[in-house]
């Protein structure tokens, strides 16, 4: 079982930045990949940004160069900097867990970007 808790969201400006935080209750190196999907009511979840345990990362084209997906080991914790933020960047911002067959998901944190 691994419980995910999200932070950081809010509202901000287009062309600002915000920090998203996603808490693990379970060490993120016995993870096989952790994930941030946004969601859009009425469109499907998307992929934004994924870390595996390795290390390795990899992001959408909608977002590339503009978010960075990060984690530090000791906190169990990883993270997602979102840079440059545009309107189309609104919606809500799920932590994913893939632990080895099972899927695990945070409750999900609002991100607007308006003026």
């Known amino acids: 079982q691994v419980q995910l808790v999200e932070s950081g969201g809010g509202l901000v400006q287009p062309g600002g930045s915000l920090r998203l935080s996603c808490a693990s209750s379970?060490?993120?190196?016995?993870?096989?990949?952790m994930d941030w999907y946004r969601q859009v009511l009425g469109k499907e979840r998307e992929l934004v940004a994924r870390?595996?345990?390795?290390?390795?990362?990899h992001y959408p084209d909608s977002v590339k160069g503009r978010f960075t997906i990060s984690r530090d080991i000791a906190k169990k914790t990883v993270y997602l900097q979102m840079n440059s933020l545009k309107p189309d960047d609104t919606a809500v911002y799920y932590c994913?867990?893939?632990?080895?067959?099972?899927?695990?998901w945070g409750q999900g944190t609002q991100v607007t970007v308006s003026l």
């Open positions: 379970k060490s993120i190196l016995s993870i096989a990949a």
């Open positions: 994913h867990a893939f632990d080895w067959g099972t899927n695990y």
């Open positions: 870390i595996t345990n390795s290390g390795n990362t």
